[in-house]
């Protein structure tokens, strides 16, 4: 079965970093673009960055624009989020995302979330 395991949250102080990293497994990862997300309390989950299935194709939530980087590993079938220059604002969980096209019809499919709270 697909699986997401999202790791590498914690408590940062404003204007440090973060890597998370997102394993993934059950599925044929290098085919598949994938995606962070998160999502404040009280605030609507929303993308931060999509990454296509080869890596040559990147995009990011404007807010995150030159602090955050997406990446993948397809022989590790890994994607990180390299997170510099943390802000408050950017305290909430953190979500792995892929979307599969079966047969069926496509799906979505989710990590459990890695919190990641910056805070003086």
């Known amino acids: 079965q697909v699986q997401l395991v999202e790791s590498g949250g914690g408590l940062v102080q404003p204007g440090g970093s973060l890597r998370l990293s997102c394993a993934a497994s059950?599925?044929?990862?290098?085919?598949?673009?994938m995606s962070w997300y998160r999502q404040a309390p009280g605030k609507e989950r929303e993308l931060v960055a999509r990454?296509?299935?080869?890596?040559?194709?990147?995009n990011y939530a404007d807010s995150v624009k030159g602090r955050f980087t997406i990446s993948r590993d397809n022989v590790k079938n890994t994607v990180y989020l390299q997170m510099n220059s943390l802000k408050p604002e950017d305290t909430a969980v953190y979500y792995c995302?892929?979307?599969?096209?079966?047969?069926?019809?496509?799906?979505?499919?989710w990590g459990q979330g890695t919190q990641v709270t910056v805070s003086s």
């Open positions: 995302n892929t979307n599969i096209r079966w047969v069926t019809g496509p799906v979505d499919y």
């Open positions: 990454i296509t299935s080869t890596g040559g194709y990147t």
């Open positions: 059950g599925f044929t990862f290098s085919n598949h673009a």
